[in-house]
């Protein structure tokens, strides 16, 4: 039996209408009080965001944690995404979700994500202070990282193909693109 989910009318939507989505394999999020539905990611998705995890795990210092999505960073009650992958201190915690930017938000591109990733989620991560921001296309593949700079963000590296990105945030890594796929 299929679970049928009504959505309030008139108000902005808030965490707690976020926690009445079903579990159907989309990805539900807020981005001031509108909900983001999503489909599952490609395979191609996928495995660029396995390979960056690996590749920011094995140079991570033990007070921050690397997280792949689904993981709630509750920024206000109307305004709860899932990025990629994030690094965050493991103390900004909570028992349920992060309810703090993280230091570091990155995004793999699909199709039905890309503008999203590139200005809404962008802009809300930006404004919330999360210190670093990337998103990885993994069709070129390439890489393209911002830190935040007093409060706005400034483009540190576009990279692509077997060009290398040594990051300095949220601690130092390593990245080339066309090593993400496997």
Known sequence: MSRVTTLPRGRALTRHDLDAMPDDGYRYELIDGALIVTPAPSWRHQAVSAGLFLVLTRACPTDLRVL?????VALADDTV???DLLVARRTDFGERDLP????LAAEVLSPS??????TLKRSRFEEAGCRS???VDPEE???????LVH???VRVADVSGDEEFAATEPYEVL???STLLG
Do not use: E
């Open 68 to 72: 792949y999505a689904p993981v709630d």
């Open 81 to 83: 995404m899932q990025p």
């Open 100 to 103: 703090t930017a993280p230091l």
């Open 113 to 118: 994500t890309r503008r999203i990733d590139l």
């Open 133 to 135: 921001y990337w998103v």
């Open 141 to 147: 593949p390439s890489l393209t990282a911002w830190q």
């Open 151 to 153: 409060g706005t963000y």
């Open 175 to 177: 990245v080339v693109p």
